[in-house]
């Protein structure tokens, strides 16, 4: 009888203890499903700024090819205006040299 009563008494501690466990892993549980719930928004946070940012990123190189575009015309209308700078610069000192050569 005392050994049955040991041994109930056993039983129960060691049901206590499980249950104690098992709160125990039951709190470690919920913080970490909240930490991964925390861990998911910031992901979604993330990817959210990460789409912004190439989005972003994409109209810039479109606004700086434009702004290339606009520097390579331009590039392209200065060197036709100094040709044509040059041209009339020696069509004028071909009409200067005529005229000394007249008087």
Do not use: P, W, Y
Request: glycine content about 0%; some cysteine; charged content about 45%.
């Amino acid at each position: 009888m005392i050994d049955l009563l040991k041994e109930l008494e056993d039983v129960e501690l060691n049901l206590k203890r499980a249950e104690q466990e098992k709160q125990t892993k039951d709190s470690q549980i919920r913080t970490l499903t909240d930490e991964l719930s925390r861990q998911e928004e910031t992901m979604a946070r993330v990817n959210r700024d990460k789409k912004n940012l190439e989005e972003l990123l994409k109209k810039t190189q479109e606004d700086l090819a434009g702004e290339e575009d606009k520097c390579n015309n331009l590039n392209k209308t200065k060197q036709k205006l100094e040709q044509t700078v040059d041209e009339v610069t020696r069509f004028m000192d071909r009409l200067s040299m005529s005229e000394i050569l007249l008087r």
